[in-house]
């Protein structure tokens, strides 16, 4: 079990709502990814955070934001929710942004359903 | 763009062995990877290879690379009901490029 958590572990909105997942980094990781993951496929890059900067971002609507603290938590938030929203958001965290994957932690992921 | 392919399904019978098989098709991937995904759970990375070795061994898991036809698999030895669950491939560049998964395989034991 790795050191990253991530809640609320299920929610369920309405079209047009807003929501915001949230993630504890592993100690000492500066670096937070978040991906999501629809019912029956893999996982697909966000954005990525590091030293509070967003550093990194994959092919998403602007409506999807993030937020990192000074504890090196964050914050995903989406904004005017769309049925196809609905997916597993999984965040995962490491020492430093360019380090090898093997030491990227992923958490247990929010289960968001969009009705 | 990126790419990264897998077979959807696996059905092996316990004790024998499995093989998952990817290919992707970025040249410049420098990094491989294997994560397991159980029921409810996220992700657990269980192996990698860089893009200079074509052959892995750990424990039970062996994986192998073939650069020139950008193919890599992963065999699991001895396989047991416990390792169910949807494996997924992954790459990456070098430097500060995230993953790219496959759409993962779904791998069932049955007893």
């Known amino acids: 079990e790795t050191g990253v958590t991530q809640s609320p572990t299920h929610l369920i909105k309405t079209r047009g709502q807003q929501v915001t997942l949230r993630c504890s980094s592993q100690?000492?990781?500066?670096?937070v990814s978040w991906y999501q993951q629809a019912l029956g496929q893999g996982p697909q890059f966000i954005f990525q955070?590091?030293?509070?900067?967003?550093?990194g971002r994959g092919n998403f609507p602007p409506r999807f934001s993030g937020l990192q603290f000074p504890n090196y938590s964050s914050e995903l938030n989406v904004n005017a929710l769309e049925l196809d929203d609905s997916a597993l958001y999984l965040c995962?965290?490491?020492?430093?942004?360019?380090?090898?994957?093997?030491?990227?932690?992923f958490g247990p992921g929010t289960r968001l359903l969009v009705l | 763009g990126e790419d990264v392919e897998q077979s959807l399904f696996l059905s092996v019978r316990e004790g024998d062995s499995s093989v998952i098989n990817c290919t992707y098709t970025?040249?410049?991937?420098?990094?491989l990877y294997w994560y397991k995904q159980e029921p409810g759970a996220g992700l657990q990375l269980l192996t990698y290879?860089?893009?200079?070795?074509d052959m892995k061994q750990d424990q039970r898991l062996t994986v192998l690379l073939n650069k020139k036809d950008k193919h890599l698999s992963l065999r699991i030895a001895d396989t047991q009901t416990g390792d169910s669950a949807i494996y997924f491939c992954?790459?990456?560049?070098?430097?500060?490029?995230?993953?790219?998964f496959g759409k993962g395989t779904r791998l069932s034991v049955i007893a």
């Open positions: 995962a965290s490491s020492p430093e942004p360019t380090g090898h994957q093997e030491t990227q932690y």
């Open positions: 100690s000492g990781h500066n670096t």
């Open positions: 955070y590091y030293r509070e900067e967003e550093n």
């Open positions: 970025d040249s410049s991937s420098t990094y």
């Open positions: 290879i860089f893009s200079n070795m």
């Open positions: 992954a790459e990456r560049n070098s430097g500060n490029t995230p993953l790219v």
